[in-house]
C-alpha cells in the first residue's frame, strides 16, 4: 500500500510517503520561531502547524512523484505530544481521508519511534523480537520489551526528566541554543570527559532520573562562575564532554540491567537522543561486551518525523487496524 504519515506532535511539522516498507519521500520543518525562547512554546508550535501543514504534505506528494489518489492510506500522530501540536495533525489528517475516501490510521509517537527500525528493513539485518529498545527523546526515557509489532511493554522509564530534557536544560545553563543535544554532541568531540565529575543517580531497578545530574552541573557551574567569570566559555568543550558522558552512562548503566534481567540480547535504541554519537558508539560495545546483536536507527529517522509514523501506517495497514473518525488527539497516551 501507499500511505502518507503525518506528524505533528511538538515543533515540527512533517508529511512522509510510504510503499511498503520504502519511503518514497520524508518532508520535515522544523520551527525556528522557539530557540529564542529556550524552549517549545506550545501555542506558537500549533500556530506555525497550521501555516505549514498544507505545503508540507504537498511537497512530500511531490517529492514522491505520486498522484494523491494513489494514496491508500493516511497515517497520523494521535499523541503523545502537546495538545494543540496533535489537534492540527489530527484535524488534516481527518479531513483528507474523508475527502480521498480512504481510511485512518493513529498512531503512538513512541511506537513510531521504535517503528523507525522496520523502515525499509534489510532481510538480512532484520531486527527480531522479542528486543528491548532504549527509547530516549525529548519528552520520554523508557526501556521497552518489544515482543511483537503490536505487543509491547514499558519496563521501566524516568521518574523526572527525559535524557533528551537533560541534554537541552543543561545546555540552556551552558548558554547553548534550543535544541541543545545535537550541540553538546558536537562540542564533546573535542572535549576532555574526564575533567568534570557529576554524580549518577543511584536508582535500583529499570528507572531513571536526570534532575539530578542538571541542579549539580547548575550548582557547579554557578559555584566556579563567581571565580572566573568566563569559566563556561573557557571550559566549555569539557563541560559538555563530562555531560554527556554522565547521561549516557546513566543510560547504559540500565539498558545493561535490563538485558540482565530478562535475557534478551536484541538491543535498539530509538527517539532523538539516539542520534547520539557516543550513544550509539557505546550501545554498538555491547556487541563484544555482552554478546548482543545492536540495532541503530539511520541518523534522519531518531528525531521526530513523518517516515516512521507513516512505516507504522504501513504494518497496521496490512494487520486492518484501522481507525475511525471519532478518534481524537490525546496528548498522554501510552504505548
Ligand atoms: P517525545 O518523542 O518524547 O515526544 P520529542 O518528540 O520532542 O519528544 P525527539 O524529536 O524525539 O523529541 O527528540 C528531540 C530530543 O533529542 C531533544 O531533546 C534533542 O536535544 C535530543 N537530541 C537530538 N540529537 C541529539 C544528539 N546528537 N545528542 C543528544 N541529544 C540529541
Ligand atoms: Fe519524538
Redesign the pocket.
Known amino acids: 500500500p501507499i500511505i502518507l504519515g503525518i506528524e505533528s506532535?511538538?515543533?515540527?511539522t512533517s508529511a512522509a510517503i510510504i510503499q511498503g516498507k520504502k519511503i518514497l519521500s520524508n518532508v520535515v520543518s522544523t520551527q525556528k520561531i522557539h530557540q529564542d525562547y529556550g524552549g517549545?512554546v506550545p501555542e506558537l508550535a500549533s500556530r506555525v502547524h497550521l501555516q505549514n501543514i498544507v505545503p508540507v504534505v504537498h511537497q512530500a506528494i511531490q517529492l514522491a512523484n505520486i498522484n494523491k489518489k494513489a494514496i491508500d492510506a493516511i497515517s497520523f500522530t494521535r499523541g503523545?505530544?502537546l495538545l494543540g501540536s496533535l489537534l492540527v495533525g489530527t484535524s488534516f489528517a481527518k479531513s483528507l481521508s474523508m475527502s480521498l475516501n480512504v481510511p485512518l490510521i493513529e498512531v503512538n509517537?513512541?511506537q513510531g519511534?521504535i517503528f523507525a527500525h522496520f523502515i525499509e528493513e534489510d532481510e538480512k539485518k532484520n531486527i527480531c523480537f522479542p528486543f528491548l529498545c532504549l527509547t530516549v527523546?525529548?519528552?520520554?526515557t523508557q526501556i521497552v520489551k518489544v515482543n511483537d509489532y503490536f505487543d509491547m511493554e514499558v519496563l521501566g522509564e524516568t521518574l523526572d526528566d527525559?535524557?533528551?530534557?537533560a541534554?537541552?536544560k543543561i545546555?540552556k545553563l551552558m548558554g547553548l541554543e534550543y535544541?541543545?543535544?545535537?550541540m553538546?554532541?558536537n562540542l564533546s568531540q573535542i572535549g576532555n570527559k574526564d575533567k568534570f565529575k557529576f554524580p549518577l543517580p543511584k536508582l535500583k531497578g529499570i528507572k531513571f532520573s536526570f534532575s539530578g545530574i542538571k541542579t549539580s552541573v547548575l550548582y557547579f557551574i554557578q559555584k566556579e562562575v563567581e571565580k572566573n567569570p568566563n569559566f563556561i566559555k573557557d571550559n566549555l568543550e569539557d563541560l559538555c564532554a563530562s555531560v554527556?558522558k554522565t547521561i549516557i552512562s546513566a543510560l547504559l548503566d540500565k539498558i545493561k540491567l535490563a538485558i540482565k534481567i530478562t535475557g534478551i540480547k536484541n538491543v535498539a535504541i530509538a527517539?532523538?537522543?539516539s542520534?547520539?554519537?557516543e550513544?550509539r558508539r557505546e550501545i554498538i560495545k555491547l556487541e563484544s561486551d555482552l554478546n548482543c546483536k545492536t540495532f541503530i536507527p539511520k541518523f534522519e529517522y531518531?528525531?521526530?518525523n513523518a517516515a516512521m509514523i507513516a512505516v507504522v501506517g504501513s504494518i497496521k495497514y496490512e494487520h486492518h487496524k484501522f481507525s475511525d473518525l471519532k478518534t481524537v488527539a490525546t496528548a498522554r497516551y501510552k504505548i
Do not use: R
Request: glycine share 22%; aromatic share 2%.
Open positions: 506532535s511538538c515543533d515540527d517549545v503523545p505530544g509517537h513512541m519511534h527523546s525529548g519528552g520520554h527525559a535524557a533528551g530534557e541534554f537541552d545546555g535544541p541543545a543535544g545535537p553538546i554532541d554527556q527517539g532523538g537522543v542520534a547520539n554519537s550513544l531518531t528525531t521526530d
